[in-house]
Protein backbone atom coordinates (compact mmCIF):
# COMPACT_ATOMS: atom_id res chain seq x y z
CA UNK A 1 0.00 0.00 0.00
CA UNK A 2 1.29 3.44 -0.52
CA UNK A 3 2.26 5.56 2.14
CA UNK A 4 0.35 9.05 2.44
CA UNK A 5 2.19 11.68 1.24
CA UNK A 6 4.19 14.19 3.11
CA UNK A 7 3.98 17.79 3.45
CA UNK A 8 7.73 19.99 2.66
CA UNK A 9 8.00 23.49 2.44
CA UNK A 10 10.79 25.36 0.80
CA UNK A 11 11.01 28.91 1.35
CA UNK A 12 12.81 30.91 -0.76
CA UNK A 13 11.59 28.59 -3.28
CA UNK A 14 12.19 30.84 -6.68
CA UNK A 15 15.72 31.51 -5.52
CA UNK A 16 18.82 29.46 -6.71
CA UNK A 17 18.84 27.21 -3.86
CA UNK A 18 15.17 26.46 -4.17
CA UNK A 19 15.42 25.81 -7.86
CA UNK A 20 17.86 23.15 -7.28
CA UNK A 21 16.27 21.54 -4.16
CA UNK A 22 12.24 21.37 -5.39
CA UNK A 23 13.57 18.43 -7.90
CA UNK A 24 15.67 16.45 -5.62
CA UNK A 25 12.54 16.38 -3.20
CA UNK A 26 10.30 15.29 -6.28
CA UNK A 27 12.40 12.84 -6.87
CA UNK A 28 12.74 11.24 -3.51
CA UNK A 29 16.32 11.79 -2.85
CA UNK A 30 15.08 13.35 0.28
CA UNK A 31 12.56 11.64 2.04
CA UNK A 32 13.06 8.15 0.34
CA UNK A 33 11.88 6.52 -3.15
CA UNK A 34 8.76 5.32 -1.66
CA UNK A 35 7.78 8.57 -0.15
CA UNK A 36 5.00 10.72 -1.87
CA UNK A 37 5.12 14.26 -1.27
CA UNK A 38 3.31 17.92 -1.67
CA UNK A 39 5.61 20.53 -2.17
CA UNK A 40 4.77 23.59 -0.67
CA UNK A 41 6.84 26.98 -2.09
CA UNK A 42 6.98 30.12 -0.49
CA UNK A 43 8.49 33.22 -2.09
CA UNK A 44 8.08 36.80 -1.58
CA UNK A 45 5.45 38.95 -3.88
CA UNK A 46 8.39 40.16 -6.76
CA UNK A 47 9.34 36.73 -6.91
CA UNK A 48 5.72 35.42 -7.77
CA UNK A 49 5.87 35.21 -10.94
CA UNK A 50 9.15 33.29 -10.72
CA UNK A 51 7.32 30.87 -8.38
CA UNK A 52 4.66 29.86 -11.06
CA UNK A 53 7.08 29.10 -13.43
CA UNK A 54 8.90 27.10 -11.18
CA UNK A 55 5.14 25.31 -10.80
CA UNK A 56 4.58 25.08 -14.13
CA UNK A 57 8.83 22.99 -14.64
CA UNK A 58 7.63 20.40 -11.91
CA UNK A 59 4.25 19.75 -13.23
CA UNK A 60 6.13 19.29 -16.42
CA UNK A 61 8.66 16.85 -15.11
CA UNK A 62 6.11 14.34 -14.49
CA UNK A 63 7.57 13.55 -11.02
CA UNK A 64 6.12 10.07 -9.90
CA UNK A 65 6.18 10.96 -6.15
CA UNK A 66 4.70 14.03 -6.61
CA UNK A 67 1.01 14.61 -5.21
CA UNK A 68 0.94 18.52 -4.78
CA UNK A 69 2.33 21.31 -5.69
CA UNK A 70 0.93 24.65 -3.57
CA UNK A 71 3.24 28.15 -4.54
CA UNK A 72 2.00 30.91 -2.72
CA UNK A 73 3.25 34.16 -1.01
CA UNK A 74 1.29 33.81 1.74
CA UNK A 75 3.59 32.71 4.89
CA UNK A 76 0.50 30.92 6.79
CA UNK A 77 -0.35 28.74 3.43
CA UNK A 78 2.89 28.25 3.12
CA UNK A 79 3.29 26.43 6.73
CA UNK A 80 -0.35 24.92 6.98
CA UNK A 81 0.06 21.04 7.48
CA UNK A 82 3.74 20.94 6.71
CA UNK A 83 6.32 18.27 8.08
CA UNK A 84 9.45 18.97 7.26
CA UNK A 85 10.09 22.94 6.21
CA UNK A 86 13.69 23.70 4.85
CA UNK A 87 14.42 27.49 5.23
CA UNK A 88 16.31 28.98 2.40
CA UNK A 89 14.15 32.33 2.12
CA UNK A 90 16.31 35.43 2.13
CA UNK A 91 19.42 37.15 1.67
CA UNK A 92 22.70 35.21 0.29
CA UNK A 93 26.11 37.13 0.89
CA UNK A 94 27.66 38.88 -1.93
CA UNK A 95 31.47 38.40 -2.97
CA UNK A 96 33.28 40.50 -0.30
CA UNK A 97 30.80 40.20 2.45
CA UNK A 98 30.64 38.61 5.71
CA UNK A 99 27.89 36.21 7.13
CA UNK A 100 27.34 39.59 9.62
CA UNK A 101 26.33 41.64 6.69
CA UNK A 102 23.37 39.74 5.71
CA UNK A 103 22.56 39.53 9.35
CA UNK A 104 19.99 42.16 10.12
CA UNK A 105 18.23 41.66 6.40
CA UNK A 106 17.76 38.22 7.58
CA UNK A 107 17.01 37.45 11.06
CA UNK A 108 13.80 40.03 11.03
CA UNK A 109 12.80 37.36 8.45
CA UNK A 110 13.30 34.26 10.68
CA UNK A 111 11.26 36.29 13.29
CA UNK A 112 8.19 36.74 11.33
CA UNK A 113 8.33 33.45 9.87
CA UNK A 114 8.54 31.45 13.47
CA UNK A 115 5.20 32.28 14.39
CA UNK A 116 3.58 30.88 10.90
CA UNK A 117 5.54 28.00 11.55
CA UNK A 118 4.30 27.46 15.25
CA UNK A 119 0.58 28.07 13.86
CA UNK A 120 0.70 26.09 10.91
CA UNK A 121 2.88 23.36 11.18
CA UNK A 122 2.11 19.92 11.24
CA UNK A 123 3.01 18.44 14.90
CA UNK A 124 6.67 17.20 14.79
CA UNK A 125 7.79 19.48 11.82
CA UNK A 126 11.40 18.58 11.64
CA UNK A 127 12.94 22.12 10.51
CA UNK A 128 16.57 22.97 8.61
CA UNK A 129 17.34 26.35 8.24
CA UNK A 130 19.67 26.93 5.44
CA UNK A 131 19.82 30.61 4.92
CA UNK A 132 22.72 32.76 6.50
CA UNK A 133 23.32 33.15 9.61
CA UNK A 134 22.03 29.54 9.21
CA UNK A 135 23.21 29.25 12.95
CA UNK A 136 21.52 32.62 14.22
CA UNK A 137 18.53 32.67 12.19
CA UNK A 138 17.53 29.01 13.30
CA UNK A 139 18.25 30.34 16.97
CA UNK A 140 16.22 33.25 16.31
CA UNK A 141 13.52 31.19 14.66
CA UNK A 142 13.20 28.91 17.77
CA UNK A 143 13.41 31.68 20.46
CA UNK A 144 9.98 33.24 18.28
CA UNK A 145 8.53 29.76 18.05
CA UNK A 146 8.37 28.45 21.63
CA UNK A 147 5.50 25.45 21.18
CA UNK A 148 8.13 23.76 18.65
CA UNK A 149 10.27 21.53 20.57
CA UNK A 150 13.86 22.61 19.98
CA UNK A 151 15.10 19.58 18.84
CA UNK A 152 13.00 20.19 15.92
CA UNK A 153 14.88 23.69 14.53
CA UNK A 154 18.51 22.50 13.13
CA UNK A 155 20.46 24.26 10.76
CA UNK A 156 22.59 23.23 7.77
CA UNK A 157 26.53 22.49 8.34
CA UNK A 158 26.10 19.25 6.44
CA UNK A 159 27.16 20.78 3.83
CA UNK A 160 30.51 21.84 5.30
CA UNK A 161 30.60 18.23 6.68
CA UNK A 162 30.51 17.26 2.69
CA UNK A 163 33.48 19.65 1.57
CA UNK A 164 35.20 17.86 4.74
CA UNK A 165 34.47 14.88 3.27
CA UNK A 166 35.30 15.91 -0.27
CA UNK A 167 38.73 16.91 0.37
CA UNK A 168 40.04 14.18 2.22
CA UNK A 169 38.65 11.69 -0.30
CA UNK A 170 40.85 13.67 -2.93
CA UNK A 171 43.89 13.78 -0.70
CA UNK A 172 43.83 10.08 -0.10
CA UNK A 173 42.63 9.38 -3.38
CA UNK A 174 40.16 7.87 -1.97
CA UNK A 175 36.17 7.56 -3.04
CA UNK A 176 33.77 10.09 -1.07
CA UNK A 177 31.98 7.35 0.07
CA UNK A 178 34.47 5.60 2.14
CA UNK A 179 35.47 8.50 4.50
CA UNK A 180 33.61 9.15 7.18
CA UNK A 181 33.18 10.58 10.59
CA UNK A 182 34.85 14.05 9.90
CA UNK A 183 32.97 16.64 12.76
CA UNK A 184 32.30 20.48 11.86
CA UNK A 185 31.87 21.98 14.94
CA UNK A 186 30.11 25.35 15.59
CA UNK A 187 29.15 28.20 13.19
CA UNK A 188 28.30 27.56 9.44
CA UNK A 189 30.93 30.61 8.95
CA UNK A 190 34.60 31.14 8.26
CA UNK A 191 34.93 29.99 11.93
CA UNK A 192 33.44 26.84 11.87
CA UNK A 193 36.74 24.05 13.01
CA UNK A 194 36.45 20.85 10.64
CA UNK A 195 38.18 18.35 12.75
CA UNK A 196 39.18 15.38 11.25
CA UNK A 197 40.94 13.56 14.66
CA UNK A 198 38.14 10.87 14.75
CA UNK A 199 37.48 10.77 11.17
CA UNK A 200 38.71 7.37 9.07
CA UNK A 201 39.00 5.83 5.68
CA UNK A 202 37.87 2.05 4.38
CA UNK A 203 40.66 1.12 2.42
CA UNK A 204 40.59 -0.43 -0.58
CA UNK A 205 43.28 -3.52 -0.18
CA UNK A 206 40.86 -4.84 3.10
CA UNK A 207 38.01 -3.01 3.78
CA UNK A 208 39.38 -1.32 7.06
CA UNK A 209 38.71 1.62 8.39
CA UNK A 210 41.96 3.64 8.70
CA UNK A 211 42.40 6.68 10.74
CA UNK A 212 43.05 10.26 8.42
CA UNK A 213 45.73 11.10 10.54
CA UNK A 214 47.70 8.33 10.07
CA UNK A 215 46.72 7.97 6.54
CA UNK A 216 47.44 11.55 5.42
CA UNK A 217 50.33 11.97 8.00
CA UNK A 218 50.76 15.32 6.83
CA UNK A 219 49.58 17.28 10.75
CA UNK A 220 50.61 20.52 8.88
CA UNK A 221 47.98 20.15 6.21
CA UNK A 222 45.51 18.63 8.20
CA UNK A 223 45.96 21.46 10.95
CA UNK A 224 46.57 24.64 8.38
CA UNK A 225 45.04 24.42 4.53
CA UNK A 226 42.24 21.26 4.94
CA UNK A 227 40.75 23.65 7.44
CA UNK A 228 41.13 26.82 6.00
CA UNK A 229 39.83 25.24 2.70
CA UNK A 230 36.60 23.78 4.27
CA UNK A 231 35.96 27.05 5.97
CA UNK A 232 36.59 29.21 2.74
CA UNK A 233 34.55 27.02 0.41
CA UNK A 234 31.67 29.17 0.25
CA UNK A 235 33.63 32.46 -0.07
CA UNK A 236 35.72 30.55 -3.20
CA UNK A 237 32.50 29.26 -4.72
CA UNK A 238 31.11 32.91 -4.40
CA UNK A 239 34.28 34.18 -6.11
CA UNK A 240 33.96 31.43 -9.14
CA UNK A 241 30.27 31.36 -9.78
CA UNK A 242 29.13 34.96 -8.87
CA UNK A 243 26.33 33.34 -6.82
CA UNK A 244 26.98 31.40 -3.95
CA UNK A 245 26.75 27.64 -3.66
CA UNK A 246 23.65 25.93 -4.83
CA UNK A 247 23.69 22.22 -5.96
CA UNK A 248 25.37 21.22 -2.96
CA UNK A 249 23.52 23.10 -0.83
CA UNK A 250 20.41 21.79 -1.89
CA UNK A 251 21.81 18.12 -2.16
CA UNK A 252 23.25 18.49 1.50
CA UNK A 253 19.97 19.85 3.10
CA UNK A 254 18.32 16.52 1.45
CA UNK A 255 21.20 14.76 3.01
CA UNK A 256 20.85 16.57 6.44
CA UNK A 257 16.64 15.61 6.32
CA UNK A 258 16.70 12.36 5.09
CA UNK A 259 19.52 10.87 7.57
CA UNK A 260 17.49 13.09 10.47
CA UNK A 261 14.15 11.62 9.62
CA UNK A 262 15.44 7.58 8.23
CA UNK A 263 18.74 7.55 10.50
CA UNK A 264 21.97 7.72 9.96
CA UNK A 265 24.06 4.34 9.21
CA UNK A 266 25.61 2.50 11.92
CA UNK A 267 29.25 3.41 12.92
CA UNK A 268 28.80 6.53 11.25
CA UNK A 269 28.03 10.30 12.78
CA UNK A 270 27.13 13.44 10.58
CA UNK A 271 27.47 16.77 11.54
CA UNK A 272 24.30 18.81 12.31
CA UNK A 273 23.68 22.67 13.76
CA UNK A 274 21.67 21.97 17.16
CA UNK A 275 20.51 23.36 19.77
CA UNK A 276 23.30 23.29 22.47
CA UNK A 277 22.67 21.15 25.94
CA UNK A 278 26.38 22.17 26.49
CA UNK A 279 27.81 19.14 25.24
CA UNK A 280 31.93 19.50 24.91
CA UNK A 281 31.21 22.72 26.92
CA UNK A 282 29.72 24.43 24.45
CA UNK A 283 27.18 27.46 26.13
CA UNK A 284 23.96 26.20 26.49
CA UNK A 285 21.41 28.02 24.14
CA UNK A 286 23.05 28.56 20.88
CA UNK A 287 22.93 26.25 17.69
CA UNK A 288 26.13 24.92 17.51
CA UNK A 289 26.79 22.09 14.82
CA UNK A 290 27.88 19.08 16.44
CA UNK A 291 28.49 15.41 15.74
CA UNK A 292 25.30 13.98 15.61
CA UNK A 293 23.63 10.13 15.10
CA UNK A 294 20.03 9.94 13.63
CA UNK A 295 17.52 7.02 14.42
CA UNK A 296 13.99 6.76 14.66
CA UNK A 297 13.72 10.31 14.23
CA UNK A 298 15.69 11.77 16.54
CA UNK A 299 19.21 12.87 16.97
CA UNK A 300 21.55 13.06 19.36
CA UNK A 301 25.32 14.29 20.14
CA UNK A 302 27.90 12.03 19.53
CA UNK A 303 29.43 12.15 23.50
CA UNK A 304 33.12 11.10 24.85
CA UNK A 305 34.86 11.87 22.34
CA UNK A 306 38.57 12.96 23.21
CA UNK A 307 39.15 16.97 22.47
CA UNK A 308 42.52 18.06 22.35
CA UNK A 309 44.27 21.44 23.22
CA UNK A 310 44.18 22.20 19.73
CA UNK A 311 40.45 21.72 19.22
CA UNK A 312 39.54 22.79 22.53
CA UNK A 313 40.78 26.52 21.60
CA UNK A 314 39.20 26.18 17.65
CA UNK A 315 35.59 24.75 19.20
CA UNK A 316 35.62 27.85 21.76
CA UNK A 317 36.39 30.72 19.16
CA UNK A 318 33.22 29.61 16.84
CA UNK A 319 31.11 29.41 20.21
CA UNK A 320 32.35 33.25 20.60
CA UNK A 321 31.55 34.38 17.61
CA UNK A 322 27.97 32.40 17.82
CA UNK A 323 27.65 34.38 21.40
CA UNK A 324 28.20 37.57 19.61
CA UNK A 325 25.99 36.77 16.93
CA UNK A 326 23.17 36.04 19.26
CA UNK A 327 24.11 39.48 20.78
CA UNK A 328 23.93 41.38 17.50
CA UNK A 329 20.62 39.41 16.39
CA UNK A 330 18.43 40.75 19.06
CA UNK A 331 20.83 44.29 18.63
CA UNK A 332 19.31 44.18 14.96
CA UNK A 333 15.67 42.81 16.05
CA UNK A 334 15.35 45.60 18.60
P1 LIG B 1 18.62 33.46 -3.78
O1 LIG B 1 18.69 34.94 -3.65
O2 LIG B 1 18.86 32.85 -5.12
O3 LIG B 1 17.21 32.95 -3.26
C1 LIG B 1 16.65 33.39 -2.07
C2 LIG B 1 15.17 33.47 -2.28
O4 LIG B 1 14.58 33.83 -1.03
C3 LIG B 1 14.76 34.52 -3.32
O5 LIG B 1 13.90 33.94 -4.28
C4 LIG B 1 14.04 35.57 -2.48
O6 LIG B 1 12.98 36.21 -3.18
C5 LIG B 1 13.51 34.68 -1.35
N1 LIG B 1 13.11 35.42 -0.16
C6 LIG B 1 13.60 36.59 0.33
N2 LIG B 1 12.91 36.95 1.42
C7 LIG B 1 11.99 35.98 1.64
C8 LIG B 1 11.00 35.78 2.62
N3 LIG B 1 10.78 36.69 3.58
N4 LIG B 1 10.22 34.69 2.53
C9 LIG B 1 10.40 33.79 1.55
N5 LIG B 1 11.33 33.92 0.57
C10 LIG B 1 12.12 35.00 0.64
O7 LIG B 1 19.61 32.85 -2.70
P2 LIG B 1 20.19 31.35 -2.62
O8 LIG B 1 21.46 31.30 -3.35
O9 LIG B 1 19.11 30.37 -2.93
O10 LIG B 1 20.58 31.29 -1.07
C11 LIG B 1 19.59 31.33 -0.08
C12 LIG B 1 20.21 31.43 1.30
O11 LIG B 1 20.95 30.26 1.62
C13 LIG B 1 21.20 32.58 1.46
O12 LIG B 1 21.03 33.17 2.74
C14 LIG B 1 22.55 31.90 1.36
O13 LIG B 1 23.58 32.64 1.96
C15 LIG B 1 22.25 30.63 2.10
N6 LIG B 1 23.15 29.49 1.88
C16 LIG B 1 23.40 28.69 2.97
C17 LIG B 1 24.18 27.56 2.83
C18 LIG B 1 24.43 26.64 4.00
O14 LIG B 1 25.20 25.68 3.86
N7 LIG B 1 23.84 26.84 5.17
C19 LIG B 1 24.72 27.24 1.59
C20 LIG B 1 24.46 28.08 0.51
C21 LIG B 1 23.66 29.20 0.67
C1 LIG C 1 28.16 28.44 1.51
O1 LIG C 1 28.74 27.95 2.46
O2 LIG C 1 28.38 28.12 0.34
C2 LIG C 1 27.10 29.46 1.77
O3 LIG C 1 26.86 29.61 3.12
C3 LIG C 1 27.30 30.71 1.06
C4 LIG C 1 28.23 31.62 1.81
O4 LIG C 1 27.85 32.76 2.04
O5 LIG C 1 29.32 31.18 2.16
Known amino acids: MSKDPVRVLVTGAAGQIGYAIVPMVARGVMLGPDQPVILHMLDIEPAAEALKGVQMELLDAAFPLLKGVV ?26 MERKDVMSRNVSIYKAQASALEKNAAQGCKVVVVANPANTNALILKEFAPSIPPDNITCLTRLDHNRALGQIAGR ?88 WVLGTPKGTWVSMGVYSDGSYGVPAGLIYSFPVTCDNGKWSIVQGLRIDDFSREKMDATAKELSEEKALAYSCLN
Not at 205 to 233: H, K, Y
Not at 241 to 247: E, F, H
Open 71 to 96: ATTDVAEACKGVKVAVMVGGFPRKEG
Open 172 to 259: VKAQVSDVKNVIIWGNHSSTQYPDVNHATVRTSCNGEDRSVRELVADDPWLNGDFIATVQQRGAAIIKARKLSSALSAASSACDHIRD
